[in-house]
């Protein structure tokens, strides 16, 4: 998609790569089980759903399933849960001091 305001330079705009629930098993050591578990415990999120009704993710999931690996060592998936929810929201303040300010 091409987007143009007046005036201004056309930007192409490029859509992000969606990740069906299978091919995030497959760049990663977690199961499908573990992907779907780690989704309804709200430790990752979909990004958009297929119209048949299968998860799809953002890049975005990679990431965040890595810091999970790391939080795993040494943490219980509840304080994992509360790490991950702490970052989201120091990440959405920043965001909105950011556009704000």
Do not use: C
């Amino acid at each position: 998609m091409i987007t143009k305001k007046q005036g201004q330079m056309a930007q192409v705009v490029i859509p992000t790569k969606l990740y069906r629930i299978g091919e995030v098993i497959r760049y990663t050591p977690f199961s499908r089980q573990t992907i779907h578990n780690y989704t309804t415990m709200g430790l990752i999120q979909e990004s958009d759903w297929t119209d048949g009704g299968h998860r799809l993710y953002d890049e975005s999931v990679f990431p965040r399933l890595s810091m999970i690996i790391e939080l795993r060592k040494s943490k219980t998936l509840a304080e994992i849960k509360n790490i991950l929810t702490q970052n989201d929201e120091s990440a959405n303040r920043l965001e909105t001091a950011t556009v704000s300010g």
